[in-house]
């Protein structure tokens, strides 16, 4: 049995607390290692020493962290098939989209070579006589990144582009599920010339996340997970006095309107309804079709499409469009939410259990569900399911659709199919979701932009990554500086009489 320990001081080092988690192959269900979770002892070493590295990686002159970063992107660009390996080995997803996993994080890496910029402080020249009136961005020394199992390379990227760049050091807790990627990627920021400690990847559970929590030196914490953790986290982080920014869970509605082509919205629901098996806090879990015949011609070119899905594990490359479940847990609760929406009413169009792969039966694996007739008390709209299930709430009217979202406690991601520019610019102003598409289907922001839910989707302040995610990393300090007048007299240098 393989064992998966942490990243310590630039190199791995086995765990030795003693206790471990299991790491699945979702494909097959077997376990193929098991990781270290680390103890107190271990993540307190772990600080120490990230807190004496970040001494001189703070004093390192911001263009000369930038050149780490060139060199970071290089390396996971030449890299990038054995990280994508590693992605869907671990979580089950098809190499396609663990490449689109690590590009995602990549960006973010690519405007952390232009940190500078964004680090640039403020200046008023003669605020008074004399005075000069400035503002510095410094970093806030050693920060924690707590990631979910979903985007096992672009969420660490996230989190370590944006601090480090900024000139922090970072304790990293990736997934206790997919912990693989986190140690390659330390690993090439090693090469790139990162000095070592100022990364450190430390693998563990809850008692790994409360002592971080509880650190006095950690100054913030950038959480991505499901919300009750995120609420969890931001109330401890912030009791302790620590910046927090805990992202959470999602349930994303899709409005599609009667003069939206709906050819294209069946292609967009069901690559965002069941791409990465639904395994996405931006996955489309919920359409909203206005009119009775909307929604009926929806159904219509929906079933084909869903019916013609192919699942698979990710060793069938191009071949598959999604692949299993994180675990089989996951895979359970999924299969007992599809009962549920039964029992409570709901029509299933396509009934995605039952599902077995041949050679591949122990996977953890899950096939498209379509409902139709979905109503707002049924678990399965409450619920983020976190799986292959789209639902479909059917509306009379773009005023009850636009309600449904607005009433909706998660604020994660929205959209909107139409031909109406009037009813899309309506839509974006009003919805209270942090991120809207407009015939696009998934709004994940660019990496110059920043990434961030509202409602039970985001606790804390700032967003992720882009102008948001350097405000987050560093603090102000503001320095007003007087230089009394008359010196300058004292040096000149004409011959002049004594006073
Ligand atoms: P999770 O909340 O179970 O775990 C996230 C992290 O928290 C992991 O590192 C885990 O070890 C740690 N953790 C788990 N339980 C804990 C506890 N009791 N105390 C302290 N730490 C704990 O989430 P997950 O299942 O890994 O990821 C899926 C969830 O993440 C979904 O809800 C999804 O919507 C959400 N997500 C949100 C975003 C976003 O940006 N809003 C992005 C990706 C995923």
Redesign the pocket.
């Known amino acids: 049995m393989k064992d998966i320990g942490h990243w310590i001081n630039g190199k791995r080092v086995a765990g030795t607390s003693g206790r471990f988690s299991d790491v699945y192959n979702p494909a097959t269900g077997e376990i193929q290692a098991r990781v270290a979770l680390a103890s107190p002892e271990e993540l307190d070493h772990a600080i120490a020493e990230a807190a004496k590295a970040q001494l001189g990686w703070g004093a390192t002159n911001p263009q000369r962290r930038a050149r780490v970063m060139m060199k970071f992107g290089e390396l996971i660009n030449q890299h990038m098939d054995e990280l994508a390996e590693l992605v869907s080995s671990e979580h089950g997803k098809t190499l396609p989209d663990a490449k689109g996993d690590v590009q995602r994080g990549l960006e973010v890496i690519e405007v952390c070579m232009g940190a500078p910029a964004m680090l640039k402080g403020e200046y008023t020249d003669s605020a008074g006589p004399g005075i000069d009136l400035y503002a510095m961005r410094q970093p806030l020394g050693v920060v924690a990144g707590?990631?979910?199992?979903?985007?096992p390379a672009m969420?660490p990227l996230w989190k370590m582009g944006p601090a480090l760049s900024a000139g922090n050091a970072m304790i990293l807790?990736?997934?206790?599920?997919c912990p693989s990627t986190s140690l390659m990627q330390a690993e090439l920021a090693k090469e790139a010339g990162l000095p070592d400690g100022v990364l450190q990847v430390v693998n563990?559970?809850?008692q790994?996340?409360?002592g971080l929590?509880d650190s006095e030196t950690i100054q913030a914490v950038g959480?991505?997970?499901?919300?009750?953790?995120?609420q969890?986290?931001y109330g401890r982080a912030a009791s302790n006095g620590k910046r927090a920014q805990c992202?959470?869970?999602?349930k994303n509605h899709m409005i599609i309107m009667p003069d939206a082509d709906l050819d294209k919205a069946a292609d967009a629901l069901v690559g965002a309804g069941f791409g990465a098996a639904g395994?996405?806090?931006?996955a489309i879990s919920v359409a909203v079709p206005v009119g009775a015949e909307t929604a009926n011609a929806l159904i219509e070119k929906l079933v084909p499409r869903i019916e013609k899905l192919k699942v698979g594990p990710y060793t069938a490359g191009n071949d598959v469009d999604f692949g299993p479940v994180?675990t089989k847990q996951?895979q359970e609760r999924i299969l007992g939410l599809i009962a549920s929406g039964l029992d409570q009413g709901a029509t299933a169009v396509v009934d995605g259990r039952g599902l077995k792969i041949q050679g591949y039966e122990d996977g953890f694996y899950v096939g498209p569900t379509l409902f139709d007739n979905v109503t707002p008390d049924m678990e399965i709209y409450k619920q983020?399911i976190?799986g292959p299930v789209l639902s479909t709430v059917r509306a009379e009217t773009y005023e009850e659709a636009l309600q449904l979202v607005i009433d909706n406690e998660y604020g994660?991601g929205t959209a909107i199919y139409t031909a109406d520019g009037d009813t899309a610019r309506d839509f974006a102003s009003r919805v209270n979701v942090g991120m809207v598409g407009i015939n696009f289907p998934i709004p994940v922001p660019l990496s110059y932009y920043s990434?961030?839910?509202w409602k039970k989707?985001?606790f804390g302040d700032l967003n992720?990554y882009g102008p948001d995610a350097f405000r987050f990393y560093t603090k102000t300090k503001t320095v007003t500086a007087r230089w009394f007048s008359g010196i300058k007299d004292g040096a000149a240098l004409n011959f002049k009489a004594l006073d």
């Open positions: 707590i990631t979910p199992f979903n985007f969420i807790k990736p997934s206790e599920r563990g559970d809850k790994a996340v409360d929590l959480f991505v997970g499901s919300t009750p953790i995120a969890y986290i992202f959470g869970g999602a395994e996405r806090c931006m994180i996951a983020e976190f994660n990434f961030g839910g989707s985001a992720q």
